[in-house]
DNA sequence: TTATTTCCTATTATTCAAGTAGGATTATTA
DNA sequence: TAATAATCCTACTTGAATAATAGGAAATAA
């Protein structure tokens, strides 16, 4: 039961976004470098982001993408649900599924538990978390020096 | 992020030898045809239970497999590690996993939160709450008749 | 000795993950 | 205007895993 990188580097993408966000377009190209991510395979992770509107892009030269929203209002629940899909950890939980014998099935209420667990997680995080941690990081690290 | 058949279905084996249990042996063809799954497919996954020592094996006609210990003894999440490996979302919280970012990487803290609740769920709901709330619905079934 | 059952291993079909590849389109800039 | 730099779009590939299917060997009860 993983999550795959398609989930994990948007993840990664909208985290990079916020942090290096100066008003400035950011090009796949410095993601994927930093994020050590193949430039080709983000573009198409990160065309996800932008139909969902989650990110604005600029095309041509000293194009790039913008974070389209303040950090706070991207979980990371809605970027895996995005671009994994449903995070259910069994069919039977996925919306619009049928299942006929859900009405007899003791084990659905334990995935319906983990289910509920898994969701009060990930939509509790947001991406405005993850880079307070990072900048508290960044902080504690001049002390260090 | 799924649950694969292997997991579930051992799950649901352990379950069915709890809840049909008499002291006499179960045969593999009987649970496949209770729990609607594929009576090859089942023998090769209550194997691994057989190995693990969680069910008892006879051989021969009227053969058949009893569970081992008692039903309270058998967490959720015995059952799925053995069957599924680890439970944990992201390969960097493997055992014996090693990745040179983990150090400045904010999203596995993140990966780490979820882990803890999946565990945290799967660890704390044994064989014999299902068994139990099956008896509940079974009681409460027939005073509707 | 026959029927029944577990045990063991090999094979297969399908799907999915994770990328690779190539070029079309759009915009800046020299 | 031409070169360059970027996003956009679609198809293809490769490998691994899932979910079985298949066939027979070994063990045991009747």
């Not at 990081?137 to 001049?142: I, V």
Request: aromatic share 6%; hydrophobic share 40%; proline share 1%.
């Amino acid at each position: 039961m993983k999550i795959s990188t398609k989930g994990r580097y948007a993840v990664k993408v909208m985290f990079d976004l916020a942090l290096n966000n100066t008003g400035e377009c950011i090009k796949v190209k410095d993601i994927a470098a930093r994020q050590n991510i193949s430039e080709k395979y983000l573009e198409q992770i990160i065309a996800i982001l932008n139909k969902a509107g989650y990110v604005n892009s600029v095309r041509g030269a000293q194009g790039g993408y913008r974070i389209a929203r303040e950090p706070e209002e991207y979980t990371i629940g809605m970027i895996l649900r995005l671009t994994e899909g449903s995070m259910a950890p069994v069919a039977c939980l996925d919306e619009g599924a049928e299942c006929e014998q859900c009405d007899t099935c003791e084990t659905l209420e334990v995935w319906k538990d983990l289910y509920d667990a898994i969701n009060h997680v990930i939509d509790n995080v947001t991406i405005a978390d993850l880079v307070a941690k990072r900048r508290q990081r960044e902080g504690s690290l001049d002390y260090c020096i």
